[in-house]
Nanobody, 122 residues
């Protein structure tokens, strides 16, 4: 089981960029699919992007182009670069690990971090 800790959240102005990261400890990070999810105020948690153990990436259509997921297996770290941020990108961002290849289903993610808050001001 992987222990996941997100960091790097904060306050950013609309149009700005931010990179958040997720440090993993425990077993299996390098062989698992990792995902970034977001829960905005008043909304359900939604998927942003996924990345396989080998670096293959997948994005929700509405997120592609402004978000970039990456990972460093040697450092047990997952990243999410965010560009051209909008106020509606405000929310708590979670990383999660799944044994299922490129899963886009939250229920198939077994390990979750506690999240990092990103606030985008207008």
């Amino acid at each position: 089981q992987a222990h996941l800790v997100e960091s790097g959240g904060g306050l950013v102005q609309a149009g700005g960029s931010l990179e958040i990261s997720c440090a993993a400890s425990g077993h299996g990070f390098s062989v698992k699919t990792m995902g970034w999810f977001r829960q905005s105020p008043g909304k359900e948690r939604e998927l942003i992007a996924v990345i396989s153990s080998g670096g293959r990436t997948g994005y929700v259509d509405s997120m592609e182009g402004r978000f970039t997921i990456s990972r460093d297996n040697a450092a047990n770290t997952l990243y999410l670069q965010m560009y051209s941020l909008k106020p509606e990108d405000t929310g708590v961002y979670y990383c999660a690990a799944s044994p299922y290849f490129m899963s886009r289903i939250a229920a198939q993610y077994s390990d979750w971090g506690k999240g990092t808050l990103v606030t985008v001001s207008s």
